[in-house]
């Protein structure tokens, strides 16, 4: 089996960007079917792999391509050229509570989310306690999310996608929405995660952070890989680029 938990090989995304948006109906009747459109490479030609066992962050300015590579790797988006793949079983956490519905309760959530990440009903029901408990949810287990604060659907999400112990974990800013505390829990968390030879992937905008958790740092600039390799290396040629652009 290879030593790379993710390969990255050449992946480029582009978005289609429309223009003339707020023109009237009328020229866009005369126009007919033609809309003017270009492409937009948010991410370009970018090539890395991901060591088993890593915390490997993504960094780069807003606009660089970040959460648009973290997709791909999530399988939200798909490359319109290159190749991810992915040596084992991967789960992400995108967004707040994804994969959350709204009406069910947490307890609900818990098996419907469990399921979808690949683990079987006797598989929750024997992490349930431990996943409810990592939340810090509590009594609150037995209401629908919608009525849940941010912070507990973060935590409730998290605590499902961490427990299902997949061997990739693609997070993004999932740590930002908690308090201190859990934020600490999650950090603990993610050494014992990849001290069992699992992958974390996230993507934050805290250099702090990044130095603190990651051992391995990609940076991009501008859709493209700016510089991959060890987090402190890295993350100090970031810094520098940054303070020699005055930001
Ligand atoms: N669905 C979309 N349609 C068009 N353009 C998009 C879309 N999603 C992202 N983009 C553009 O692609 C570029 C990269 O965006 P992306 O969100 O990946 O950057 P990021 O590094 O995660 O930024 P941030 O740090 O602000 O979250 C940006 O210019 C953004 O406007």
């Known amino acids: 089996m290879s030593d790379s938990a993710v390969i990255v090989d050449r992946v480029s995304k582009k978005f289609r ?142 605590s499902v996608a961490i427990h299902v112990q997949p061997d990739i974990l693609v997070v993004d800013e999932v740590l930002a929405v908690g308090d201190g505390a859990f934020k600490k829990k999650s950090q603990n968390k993610f050494v014992e995660f990849t001290k069992s030879g699992r992958t974390v992937i996230l993507v934050t905008h805290s250099l702090a952070q990044v130095r603190e958790m990651c051992n391995q740092v990609a940076w991009l600039d501008q859709g493209r890989l700016a510089a991959v390799g060890d987090a402190d290396e890295v993350t100090q040629k970031y810094q520098a680029h940054l303070d020699a652009a005055g930001s």
């Open 17 to 158: 960007m429309y223009k003339e948006r707020n023109q009237s109906l009328k020229a866009a009747i005369m126009r007919g079917k033609k809309s003017i459109a270009e492409d937009f490479w948010a991410v370009q030609d970018v090539s890395f792999e991901v060591p088993r066992g890593a915390t490997f962050g993504l960094i780069g300015r807003n606009g660089s391509g970040k959460s648009t590579l973290l997709k791909c790797l999530a399988r939200i988006l798909h490359p319109d050229r290159g190749s991810i793949t992915m040596n084992g079983k991967a789960a992400s956490l995108l967004e707040v509570g994804s994969g959350f519905h709204p009406e069910l309760s947490g307890r609900e959530n818990v098996f419907l989310n469990g399921s979808i990440l690949g683990l079987s009903k006797k598989e929750v029901a024997s992490r349930f306690d431990e996943i409810v408990e990592f939340s810090g949810v509590g009594k609150f287990i037995d209401q629908p999310v919608k009525n849940y604060s941010s912070g507990m659907y973060v935590r409730l999400g998290f």
